[in-house]
C-alpha cells in the first residue's frame, strides 16, 4: 500500500534569467528597472523619442541585460518593442492581467521593478507575436478591414439621407451599395429626379418592378438632403479607391513572402463576397503556406487571408494543436476550485483570426458536408453560441494540421460522418447494455 504521508521538500524560486530588465511603458516616459547590484540606479526613466530609446539601449546593453519584459500599452510599445528587438535583446510582451501586482501603493517605478522580479524568476510568457514580415501582411490587412468599416459607414449615411428626403428606396431594394442602387443614387446626385428614368436603372435580377421602384422614388429633394448624399457618395468611392491601393500593397507583400510554386485548379465555387479583395487570393495564399484552406468546407479566401495574415504560416511556435486552439480562445475553461467544476465558458478574447473562424462555423448550418452535420449535430445538443465555438474549434484544428504536415484537406461527405456517428452511438449502447446485464437486438431479429 503506498504511503499515504509523504514529505516534500518545497523548493524556493529560483532565479532563471539573471540578465532580466522590466519596462514600464508610457505615452510620455517609459520607466526601466534592472537588477540593483548591476547599477548605482537600477531604475531609469527614459523619453519616448527616438534618440532616447537609444540611450535606453545603450544603459541595457551595460548592464549586461539580455532578456526584457513590457506590458502591451496601447500603440506606444510597438516601437520601443521593434527597437529592442533590432538591438538583439529577447522582448517578452506580457499580458497586463497576468502581471497585477499585489494591492496598495502603485507607481511607474514599481510597475517596472515588479516586472523585473518576475521575469527574473521566470514566472512570466511572452504573448505570441509573428515575424516582422507577417506583422506587416497583418498590418496591412487590419487597414483594410479598417477602411470596409468606413465605407459601410458612408452607405448608412447616403440611407439617411434618402430617408430625410423621403425615397423609400431600401423598402424595394435590399442594397442600395449594389448595382441598381448606386445607379439610381448616382443618378440623383448628377440631376435627375424623373422617378420612371431612375427606375429604368433597375437590374434584371431585382424582384421589385419598375412601376414599385418609381413609386418608391417620389421625394422631396431638399438641397440640404442633397448636399449630404452628395457628399456620402464621393467619401464612398474614395474609400473604395483607398480599398484598391490596399489590395495592391497586400498582393505585393504576399508575392514577398512566397515559398512555394504550383498552380491551383479551380477550386469549389463559393458565393461571390463583394469586399473581397480584387486579385486571386486563393493562388497567393497556396504560395505562402503550401496547402489550399479553401477545401476546407466554410472558409473562404477571404476568411483563410485573415487567419493566414493572424498567425503566418509557421506554426513552430505552437508546441500543439491545443496549445493554437487555447490561443485563439476557443477551449473549454478549467475553472475547478476544491474539486468542482465552477465553470467551463471559454475567454473573451478580441482575437481576430478567431472572430473570423466563429463567422466561417456559422456558415456550415445549410452545408451538406460532414462539417455541416457536426455543427447541425452541435445545435441539437447545446445552445447556437456553444454549436458555433465548437465548429470553429474543429475548423482551427484543421487549419493547424494542414499547415504543420502539409496534407489538403479531404471531405468525406455528409453520409460518411453520419455512418460514422451512428456506429459510435451503437458502440456505446451496446457497451452500456452489458454493464447492465442487457444485450441489443436488431429490430428484425427481435420481430
Known amino acids: 500500500m503506498a504511503q499515504r504521508n509523504r514529505r516534500y521538500t518545497r523548493k524556493g524560486l529560483e532565479v532563471t534569467n539573471p540578465d532580466a530588465a522590466g519596462i514600464d511603458v508610457g505615452g510620455a516616459m517609459h520607466y526601466v528597472a534592472v537588477r540593483e547590484d548591476v547599477a548605482e540606479q537600477p531604475v531609469r526613466q527614459f523619453g519616448c523619442v527616438t534618440g532616447q530609446l537609444q540611450q535606453m539601449i545603450e544603459w541595457l546593453h551595460s548592464c549586461g541585460v539580455k532578456v526584457v519584459a513590457m506590458e502591451s500599452t496601447g500603440v506606444y510599445w510597438i516601437p520601443v518593442y521593434e527597437m529592442l528587438e533590432r538591438a538583439g535583446f529577447e522582448v517578452l510582451l506580457v499580458n497586463a492581467r497576468h502581471v497585477k501586482g499585489l494591492p496598495g501603493r502603485k507607481s511607474d517605478v514599481q510597475d517596472c521593478q515588479w516586472l523585473q522580479q518576475l521575469l527574473m524568476y521566470g514566472l512570466l510568457k511572452g504573448a505570441f507575436r509573428p515575424s516582422d514580415a507577417v506583422c506587416g501582411w497583418r498590418s496591412l490587412c487590419r487597414q483594410r478591414a479598417r477602411r470596409i468599416k468606413e465605407q459601410a459607414r458612408y ?5 439617411k439621407a434618402l430617408v430625410q428626403m423621403n425615397i423609400q428606396l431600401g423598402t424595394v431594394i435590399s442594397d442600395v451599395a449594389g448595382v441598381t442602387g448606386q445607379k439610381i443614387v448616382r443618378a440623383i446626385v448628377q440631376g435627375e429626379r424623373d422617378p420612371h428614368e431612375l427606375a429604368a436603372y433597375r437590374d434584371c435580377r431585382i424582384k421589385a418592378s419598375e412601376e414599385e421602384i418609381a413609386a418608391s422614388l417620389l421625394g422631396n429633394w431638399r438641397d440640404e438632403h442633397l448636399f449630404e448624399l452628395k457628399q456620402a457618395l464621393q467619401a464612398y468611392d474614395f474609400c473604395g479607391q483607398l480599398l484598391a491601393e490596399c489590395d495592391q500593397e497586400i498582393e505585393r507583400v504576399m508575392l514577398g513572402l512566397a ?23 486563393r493562388q497567393r495564399l497556396y504560395e505562402i503556406c503550401g496547402v489550399d484552406l479553401t477545401r476546407i468546407d466554410g472558409i473562404d479566401a477571404s476568411t483563410a487571408l485573415v487567419v493566414l495574415s493572424e498567425i503566418g504560416a509557421d506554426m513552430s511556435r505552437f508546441k500543439t494543436v491545443k496549445h493554437f486552439t487555447s490561443w485563439l480562445g476557443l477551449c473549454p475553461g478549467t475553472k475547478i476550485s ?19 473562424l466563429k463567422l466561417a462555423a456559422a456558415a456550415l448550418r445549410s452545408s451538406k458536408s ?12 447545446m445552445d447556437k453560441g456553444k454549436a458555433v465555438t465548437a465548429a470553429a474549434h474543429k475548423l482551427a484544428r484543421y487549419i493547424y494540421t494542414m499547415l504543420t504536415r502539409g496534407q489538403e484537406y479531404v471531405d468525406q461527405g455528409q453520409q460518411y460522418y453520419e455512418e460514422r456517428y451512428r456506429e459510435r452511438v451503437l458502440r456505446q449502447m451496446t457497451r452500456r447494455a452489458g454493464e447492465l446485464g442487457f444485450r441489443l437486438v436488431p429490430a428484425e431479429a427481435g420481430a
Open 370 to 381: 460532414s462539417l455541416g452535420a457536426y455543427y447541425r449535430r452541435m445545435c441539437a445538443r
Open 259 to 281: 515559398e512555394h510554386e504550383g498552380r491551383l485548379d479551380k477550386g469549389p465555387r463559393r458565393s461571390k463576397n463583394r469586399n473581397a479583395p480584387k486579385f486571386d487570393v
Open 338 to 356: 476544491g474539486g468542482k467544476e465552477l465553470g467551463s465558458a471559454t475567454k473573451r478574447s478580441a482575437n481576430r483570426a478567431r472572430q473570423a
Open 155 to 159: 452607405v448608412q449615411h447616403m440611407q
